[in-house]
């Protein structure tokens, strides 16, 4: 089938060889308008709108002439367009896009085998690693790529894989690293994290423990001044029952002579009244010493029992275990303070 079915039978021949001579005299007379010489005031206005006018209509017959030129070349393109989008291109395109619809539809059903068939040969040399996939690999698996190349990338990572997690496994925090690991499948990033926790904790822990130290500083200083206020409070409690029984005695003998020298019912009530009020400070006197003896005694109490606390004892034991497990039991005997050799 031959492809000679377009030709361009004629050239466009558009006679415009006075457009040059035209142009020279247009330039003339535009010249001896002296259009830079032309102030623009009101006096002027009127003139140079008038000028503007005439060279705008002699302007829109020369557009007039162009724009019917260009019709007339465009007009026998448009025609030729149609028909060749009509007769030519659309069959070619319908024609191509059927079959890429089915050459999609092929490839995509081999993508799938060849997914399928990597897929399979990485279950069989995957093992027990049960955290990788094969999105995890990173293969791009296209039509163009071999399966043997694709095995090989596979054969490449597990070996990759296999040998850090050995090396992890000797490390000093396995656990953590192995279970960063399995996220990101970056031995040294996992490491550097990991340590970099670790760290961090320490220095927590550290501060926490400080802080503890501090809260219970302030905690038995704050109990030890509530003791010695209770403790003053009580004497001076007792204090003041004691004057005010010694102030209701004089009273009550003040009121007993009164009562026998007058031999009034006045003075006899008061002295009753007087005698009363001296048992009940008595008693208030008895209370207040009970209470300041109570509170003398749980303190001799607490000072044994903290001097028995703060005793230093020893004790002879040996412990077995892996060097990390040695190591936090280290490290908890020295949190919590005590000695050991």
Do not use: C, W
Request: hydrophobic share 35%; proline share 1%.
């Amino acid at each position: 089938m031959s492809n000679e079915l377009i030709t361009l039978a004629q050239k466009p021949i558009i006679e415009y060889s006075e457009m040059e001579a035209r142009g020279l005299e247009v330039a003339e007379k535009i010249g001896l308008m002296n259009l830079d010489m032309i102030e623009a005031n009101e006096s002027n206005r009127s003139m140079m709108k008038k000028a503007r006018a005439q060279l705008n209509n002699e302007l829109e017959v020369f557009e007039d002439q162009r724009k019917m030129i260009h019709a007339a070349i465009t007009k026998p393109y448009k025609d030729f367009t149609e028909s060749y989008e009509k007769n030519i291109k659309t069959l070619y395109v319908d024609a191509s896009a059927q079959l890429k619809e089915k050459i999609v539809i092929v490839e995509a059903g081999m993508m799938r085998d060849k997914t399928a068939d990597i897929e399979a040969y990485f279950n069989t040399v995957r093992g027990d690693i049960d955290f990788l996939t094969t999105e995890k690999i990173g293969l791009n698996i296209i039509l163009s790529a071999s399966d043997k190349k694709l095995r090989g990338q596979v054969d490449s990572f597990m070996e990759k894989v296999h040998s850090e997690l050995v090396a992890i496994n000797g490390m000093e925090n396995s656990i953590r690293v192995q279970s960063l690991y399995k996220t990101n499948l970056d031995l040294s990033l996992s490491v550097s994290t990991v340590n970099s926790d670790i760290e961090r904790e320490k220095k927590q822990e550290a501060q926490r423990v400080e802080q503890e130290k501090i809260n219970k500083e302030h905690e038995a200083k704050r109990v030890e001044q509530g003791k010695i206020r209770k403790e003053q409070e009580s004497k001076d409690r007792l204090e003041r029952k004691n004057k005010e029984a010694e102030r209701i005695e004089l009273q009550r003998i003040q009121a007993k002579k009164n009562a026998e020298l007058n031999k009034t019912k006045e003075a006899e009530l008061e002295a009753e009244r007087l005698e009363q009020e001296k048992k009940r400070a008595d008693e208030a006197v008895e209370i207040a010493q009970a209470e300041s003896e109570r509170i003398q005694a749980e303190k001799e109490a607490l000072a044994k029992q903290e001097a028995a606390e703060s005793k230093i004892h020893s004790m002879n034991f040996k412990v077995a275990g892996t060097i990390k497990q040695l190591k936090e039991i280290k490290l908890f005997l020295e949190n919590i303070g005590v000695e050991y050799e």
